[in-house]
């Protein structure tokens, strides 16, 4: 039925409406949106009619499909150390295993209303989920190496694997891919430099983990800590690693172009004065929370009252399966709207426009707008009672 009508729809473009209807042509394009009398027009059967809020299709900004599998096989609350040296101990080579589970889990966002995804990648073991064509996706091609002389071997990796990437292409469907440095802390800046300059990237987004643990400060003011130790103990060559006042923030942004559209994944220790240097260094900055990931890891969250300040720059991700119960945005909605009481607009804008803007998506999703294909889901519930009872439905 091409008419879906609900208590509210949230074009998140614009205002919020009571009692409007979506009109949408068989293919989910949007054609228009009926205020409630405009609607009285339409034949009453013709309409599909929903209790709660009509919103775009969300965008989970930062996952890691290949990780799937690893449901439920690591501890929480172990500090991001930790969880790095867990994560070592169990990596699982059945590849059939892995694949499946990126299958099985993208079938579960797509049925959770996501549309597109920015997914990292360090294999190819999404490409046969990927090959389906459900989704939108980023594939951010993800490369560390801490030691500097590695960084050209490093790269060279890196541009096999993309190859792999950019050979599959969406005939509806958005298929990206650039090469993009892991965290401050296992990339080198040589090779943060190389990526930045690197031509396949021209235009396209990239990505860093950023700030998800205190260490990550230790590491670059102090030059020790527990990350430090974590490379060494790993056989690493840590001799070269000097301290660095700027932190860590900001000495990648120092090394990124301008004009590159750069999200910074998680920002749970990151200060107020940073985020804004970091706008005035890379006004093209997306400031992507993964709540749910930050609570099993390091059990704490970013301080979302402060990033209030830069609400137009924050987007949502579900970061991946080793670190969190489902690839949900609802989820992580909820689990800032505990926290924080944050507006039900803005953590929606979140979660679908700033998403796809942060992805260069925004051109067919993001909002309900004519002439997008953003998806549609209804989440059940009216905006004042939004919460951890919420639930959503696919409709497109
Ligand atoms: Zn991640």
């Known amino acids: 039925m091409p008419y879906f009508k ?89 590849s059939a295993l892995i694949e499946e589970a990126a299958i099985e889990h993208q079938q579960a966002m797509y049925e959770a209303g996501i549309v597109a995804v920015g997914d990292i990648c360090n294999s190819t073991h999404s490409l046969r989920a990927k090959q389906k064509g459900m989704l939108h996706y980023h594939n951010f091609i993800e490369l560390f190496a801490f030691n500097p002389d590695k960084a050209s071997e490093s790269l060279k990796h890196g541009e096999q694997l993309l190859a792999a990437y950019k050979n599959l292409h969406g005939e509806k469907q958005y298929f990206n891919a650039s090469i993009t440095p892991h965290a401050p802390y296992s990339t080198s800046h040589a090779l943060v430099q190389m990526i930045a300059e690197h031509a396949s990237n021209k235009g396209m987004p990239l990505s860093i983990h950023n700030q998800e643990s205190k260490e990550e400060l230790s590491m670059y003011l102090s030059g020790s800590g527990a990350f430090i130790q974590m490379l060494y103990d790993f056989g690493i060559n840590t001799a070269h690693w000097k301290t660095n006042a700027a932190g860590s923030m900001l000495s990648i942004a120092a090394l990124i172009n301008r004009q590159t559209k750069m999200l910074w994944v998680h920002n749970t220790y990151t200060s107020k004065e940073e985020l804004q240097s970091v706008l005035n260094m890379l006004p093209h900055s997306y400031f992507c929370l993964c709540p749910n990931a930050n609570l099993y890891i390091e059990n704490t969250l970013p301080d979302l009252s402060m990033m209030m300040a830069f609400k137009e720059h924050v987007c949502l991700g579900t970061d991946s399966l080793a670190s969190n119960h489902s690839l949900s945005i609802l989820s992580e909605m909820q689990t800032i709207y505990k926290a924080f009481k944050i507006d039900f607009e803005a953590l929606l804008r979140w979660a679908t426009l700033n998403g796809a803007k942060a992805l260069g998506f925004e051109e067919k999703i993001g909002s309900i707008e004519p002439g997008k294909t953003p998806g549609l889901n209804v989440i059940i519930g009216t905006p004042s009672g939004f919460d951890e009872n919420s639930s959503v439905k696919r409709l497109l």
């Open 6 to 94: 609900a208590d509210y729809v949230y074009p998140v473009s614009s205002a919020p409406m009571r009692n409007a209807v979506v009109h949408t042509n068989e293919q989910g394009q949007i054609i228009s949106v009926l205020d409630e009398s405009a609607s009285q027009a339409i034949e009453s059967s013709e309409i599909a009619v929903f209790n709660g809020m009509i919103t775009p299709g969300f965008v989970n900004a930062h996952c890691h499909l290949e990780l799937s599998h690893l449901l439920n096989k690591m501890p929480e609350h172990t500090g991001l150390v930790g969880f790095i040296k867990h994560l070592q101990q169990i990596r699982n080579n059945d």
